[in-house]
């Protein structure tokens, strides 16, 4: 089964910058999108934060507000998430979840163990 490996998360001040990773243990050729969600602490849902296709596509939640990128290198199997001039109302834990095109008619979604990120003076 695909795993996925999320790392790069941590405190921060308000106004300051972090890098999340998201590494992939199947090429790239096999996943059809990537998308970083996050949970809030107190709220049950998950909110999709940023999705990056197989064409290289990308989409943001709203509340990005041009502030974060979502990027990937396949030489390294790994999606990247850099999130910048970031808000207390950023912190939350921070998922990545793949689609793994299984063959040319099944998909399956798998999600990473997340990475906390805090956001505070």
């Known amino acids: 089964q695909v795993q996925l490996v999320e790392s790069g998360g941590g405190l921060v001040q308000p106004g300051g910058s972090l890098t999340l990773s998201c590494a992939h243990s199947?090429?790239?050729?096999?996943?059809?999108?990537t998308t970083w969600y996050r949970q809030v602490p107190g709220r049950q849902r998950r909110e999709v934060v940023a999705?990056?296709?197989?064409?290289?596509?990308?989409e943001y939640g709203d509340f990005v507000k041009g502030r974060f990128i979502i990027s990937r290198e396949s030489a390294k199997n790994t999606v990247y998430l850099q999130m910048n001039k970031l808000e207390p109302e950023d912190t939350a834990v921070y998922y990545c979840?793949?689609?793994?095109?299984?063959?040319?008619?099944?998909?399956?979604?798998?999600w990473g163990q997340g990475t906390q990120v805090i956001v505070s003076s």
């Open positions: 999705r990056i296709g197989n064409r290289d596509e990308t």
């Open positions: 199947t090429s790239f050729s096999n996943i059809f999108a």
């Open positions: 979840s793949a689609v793994v095109m299984l063959n040319s008619r099944d998909m399956s979604t798998v």
